[in-house]
């Protein structure tokens, strides 16, 4: 007499099938871990690239506002220019990865602050956090110094960040691409002062007031991951190269028909509007 087998399933099948569910198991789990890494950096590609545009946004802006002056208080008892008693310097100091300057491009977003549209800038490579980063500092007022003022984050994972200066000064043919750029208001105004026996002539003067460069090349790579980053390029002119000097507005006046100096020239160095 045959017995009857009891339904169920052999240990031999259960095995199989625990095998089976355990493979479908991790393949589903290494699905997910490749949906959130690529998610992970299409979020970091996404942040880097919002950074890069605002900062490119601010130097851009910026730079393009940059200013010198030669204008120096007036002795209430002399009437004339107190030289010793500067209370706002300006200048411009650039290097091949970072840019201190005066510029009218301040924004006041604080009611009622003693502030204007005049700044002391800064662009500069540091690390927060062991990670480089981009940073800008900001001063208003202007002051006697040129201490920066307090510094912000502007984009992280700086690879590289260089900048480079135009100077077209002998002419735009033979202008070339400078690592450094240094022009002091205390420098600008010893030159201006009249020499015994020598007489500076208009043109001579007008060069020595034109002192900031041309136009500035900047270049900006910030990290995505190990293997990839992203890469920003502009070029911003400056359109006061020619520092401040009201005497000389007012001397040369509209009867010649050119640009008086300070002036936005109409057709920028390189082609550019």
């Not at 220019?81 to 310097?89: A, T, V, Y």
């Not at 010893?190 to 900047?218: C, N, T």
Request: charged residues 25%; proline residues 4%.
């Amino acid at each position: 007499m045959r017995s009857n087998r009891q339904a169920g399933f052999s240990v031999l099948e259960m095995a199989v099938a625990m095998a089976i569910f355990s493979m479908v198991g991790l393949a589903m789990a290494s699905a997910f871990q490749m949906v959130d890494s690529g998610g992970g950096t299409l979020r970091i590609m996404q942040d880097r690239m919002a950074e890069g545009r605002v900062a490119m946004h601010h130097l851009t802006r910026d730079l393009s506002m940059a200013y010198l002056s030669t204008h120096v208080p007036i002795d209430p008892v002399s009437k004339q220019p107190d030289k010793m008693g500067i209370r706002q310097i300006t200048f411009f100091n650039g290097t091949s990865d970072s840019v201190d300057f005066t510029t009218l491009a301040h924004r006041r977003l604080v009611r009622g602050a003693r502030e204007s549209d005049q700044a002391q800038i800064g662009y500069y490579l540091d690390r927060v956090d062991g990670e480089p980063v981009l940073m800008r500092s900001v001063k208003s007022p202007l002051d006697d110094s040129d201490n920066r003022g307090e510094g912000f984050v502007v984009c992280r994972g700086v690879e590289e960040f260089k900048l480079e200066y135009w100077d077209a000064r002998g002419g735009e043919k033979e202008g070339r691409w400078e690592d450094d750029w240094s022009a002091e208001q205390s420098e600008l105004l010893e030159s201006l002062e009249p020499q015994e026996g020598y007489l500076v002539d208009e043109e001579e003067a007008e060069q020595k007031l034109d002192l900031l460069p041309y136009r500035v090349r900047i270049s900006l790579v910030l990290s995505i991951d190990d293997d990839s980053n992203v890469r920003f390029q502009a070029q911003t002119p400056i359109y006061l190269r020619r520092a401040f000097k009201f005497d000389a507005l007012s001397k040369s006046g509209s009867s010649k028909g050119g640009s008086m100096p300070g002036s936005t020239p109409r057709t920028m160095p390189g082609g550019m509007r």
